[in-house]
């Protein structure tokens, strides 16, 4: 056996080993059913299969653009390239915390009600790790690429802008949750572009 294939089985390992003894551990400290974890969310609560379908897609965006980076930043460390692979690690991590952050509603609900973290101070830990990426690494993310970076945070800033004015916006009635999760999933699919457009140049150039 080579060492390339040991090194691609053993993450194999943990990643399907891992998960499945978490859950039996969580179970048994939390006194909570093993089917609560393992279990599809819509089968759980009863209801539709399609229930909540742009989110989940908007998660598979968020997972798709964390896999990119992770890949890209792979190359990059390969070429000795150690900046852009900083960036791209960067990257993943930042689109990573955002798909958990969807798919768990963390700082809806985890943070404040179970980690006793306040929303906002969630939000500003996040807005706090987001400037901090785009000032450092301004240089790559200002390149041909950079409208669909420009789209992608100003989609997902009116999204949150649109959370926060709710109240006023009651005339519109059940079309509020459209206009603002139709614009979260706009700025997940400009965020995706851009990742995509960069990776591919970047991979492309690499082979040069």
């Given at each position: 056996m080579d060492s390339s294939f040991r090194s691609a089985v053993r993450p194999a390992l943990w990643l399907g080993i891992l998960p499945v003894l978490l859950?039996?551990?969580?179970?048994?400290?939390?006194?909570?059913e093993v089917r609560i974890f393992t279990q599809d969310a819509t089968a759980l609560a009863k209801v539709h299969p399609l229930a909540g379908i742009l989110s989940s897609l908007g998660i598979l965006?968020?997972?798709?653009?964390?896999?990119?980076?992770?890949?890209?930043?792979?190359?990059?460390?390969?070429?000795?390239?150690?900046?852009?692979?900083?960036?791209?690690?960067?990257?993943?991590?930042?689109?990573g915390y955002l798909a958990l952050d969807d798919l768990f509603q963390i700082h809806e609900s985890l943070a404040p009600v179970y980690l006793g973290i306040p929303e906002l101070a969630v939000y500003g830990m996040l807005g706090l790790a987001v400037a901090a990426y785009?000032?450092?690494?301004?240089?790559?993310?200002?390149?041909?690429r950079g409208l669909l970076l420009l789209g992608a945070l100003g989609l997902l800033a009116a999204s949150v802008g649109v959370d926060g004015l709710e109240r006023w916006l009651w005339r519109l009635g059940h079309w509020t949750y459209l206009l603002e999760d139709g614009l979260k999933w706009m700025g997940i699919m400009s965020w995706c572009a851009f990742c995509v457009a960069w990776c591919r140049d970047h991979v492309l150039a690499a082979q040069r």
């Open positions: 859950v039996a551990l969580a179970s048994s400290w939390l006194a909570i965006g968020w997972w798709t653009s964390a896999s990119l980076w992770l890949f890209c930043a792979a190359v990059h460390r390969r070429e000795g390239e150690q900046h852009l692979a900083r960036f791209c690690l960067s990257s993943a991590l930042l689109s785009l000032l450092s690494f301004r240089e790559q993310l200002l390149n041909r």
